[in-house]
C-alpha cells in the first residue's frame, strides 16, 4: 500500500503544483516534470476504451490478490506481487475516480525523462507506472530463475523428484541395508 500512497501522494502534488503541459526543467532535457491525462495504455494507445484498461488492471489486481492468499510462500515473490499490486492499483484509483468519470478515468502522469526513449516516441509517466515495470521485469527474472512461489526453485524440485522416483523404482535387493 505504499506505492498506492506513493503514487497518489506524487500525483496530488503534480495537480496542486505544476502546469498542464508544460515543460518543467528540473534537471535540463535529462529530467523534466509535465502534467498531463493519458485516457489511454502506453503511450496514450487505445484511448477510446479505457474501459477496457480498467477491467484489465482490476483483473490483475484481483490474480494478484488471490495468488498471495492462495500459493506465494516465497518472500521474493511477495514482495515483487505486493509492489506490482501497488503500482496496479495506483493506476486502478485514477481510472475508477478522476474525469471524465467511472472506469473512463484519466491517468495523472508528470514525469518525462527523454534520454530514456532514445529513438521511440517520449513518454510520461507516474510512480504507478515505474513499478508496474520494474516489478513486470522482477517478475519475469523470478521465473527464469526458475524461482516458484514457494520459494524452491525448478531444478531443485526436478532433481528431488528424480531422486525419490530413482528411489522408489530401486529394488529392496539393491539396498545394502535392506533385511532379508
Same mark, same amino acid.
Given at each position: 500500500m505504499l506505492v498506492l500512497a506513493a503514487d497518489q501522494f506524487t500525483k496530488? $502534488? %503534480?495537480l496542486e503544483n505544476l502546469p498542464e503541459r508544460e515543460v =518543467? @526543467? =528540473?534537471i535540463g532535457d535529462f529530467f523534466q516534470l509535465y502534467l498531463t491525462f493519458? @485516457? !489511454?495504455a502506453a503511450f496514450s494507445l487505445g484511448e477510446g476504451v479505457t474501459w477496457v484498461f480498467t477491467l484489465v488492471l482490476a483483473a490483475a489486481a484481483l490474480s494478484i490478490v488471490f495468488l498471495a492468499a492462495t500459493r506465494v510462500r516465497s518472500r521474493a515473490w511477495s514482495v515483487v506481487l505486493g509492489l506490482l499490486l501497488g503500482g496496479i492499483l495506483g493506476n486502478l484509483t485514477d481510472r475508477l475516480?478522476? %474525469?471524465? !468519470? $467511472?472506469?473512463v478515468g484519466h491517468v495523472v +502522469?508528470?514525469?518525462h525523462t527523454p534520454w530514456l526513449w532514445l529513438w521511440f516516441p517520449s513518454a510520461i509517466y507516474n510512480v504507478a +507506472?515505474?513499478?508496474i515495470v520494474t516489478m513486470?521485469? %522482477?517478475v519475469a527474472i523470478l521465473v527464469l530463475l526458475g524461482r516458484r512461489f514457494d520459494g524452491t526453485r525448478e531444478k531443485d524440485a526436478a532433481r528431488a523428484a528424480a531422486s525419490a522416483e530413482a528411489d522408489a523404482d530401486a529394488p529392496a535387493s539393491a539396498n545394502?541395508?535392506?533385511q532379508p
Open positions: 496530488y $502534488l %503534480a =518543467v @526543467p =528540473v493519458n @485516457p !489511454g475516480f478522476r %474525469a471524465p !468519470g $467511472l472506469l +502522469d508528470f514525469i +507506472d515505474m513499478f513486470m521485469i %522482477a545394502r541395508h535392506a
